[in-house]
């Protein structure tokens, strides 16, 4: 089974940070692109940050210089460090990934359940 476990949402004031982890298991062969997405209420989901499958990364403009992702290979993990964040930030935080899985014997996209995060001062 893969699974994508996240963590680390929760209650900051303005300019405040946080650190969001997400782990992926269960049967990967190779991952090709791994990152988060973020939806408000109403809004439609958009993509925050994320790997691409070159190793390259991609950034939401708002978030450009505040938010930080990065990984650890060895433990199939990719995180997002949120600085500076501002009352425009929250929203339902989801981890992605976009994986070959050998018992299935292709891609395929996998999210995790989603963490929250809010700004309130």
């Known amino acids: 089974q893969v699974q994508l476990g996240e963590s680390g949402g929760g209650l900051v004031q303005p300019g405040g940070s946080l650190r969001l982890s997400c782990t992926l298991s269960g049967g990967i062969v190779s991952i090709y692109a791994m990152g988060w997405y973020r939806q408000s209420p109403g809004k439609e989901r958009e993509l925050v940050a994320g790997?691409?499958?070159?190793?390259?990364?991609n950034y939401l403009d708002f978030v450009k210089g505040r938010f930080t992702i990065s990984r650890d290979n060895a433990k199939n993990t990719v995180y997002l460090q949120m600085n500076s964040l501002k009352p425009e930030d929250p929203a339902v935080y989801y981890c992605y990934a976009d994986v070959y899985v050998a018992l299935l014997g292709g891609r395929r996209a996998y999210w995790g359940q989603g963490t929250q995060v809010t700004v309130s001062s």
């Open positions: 790997f691409t499958s070159d190793g390259g990364t």
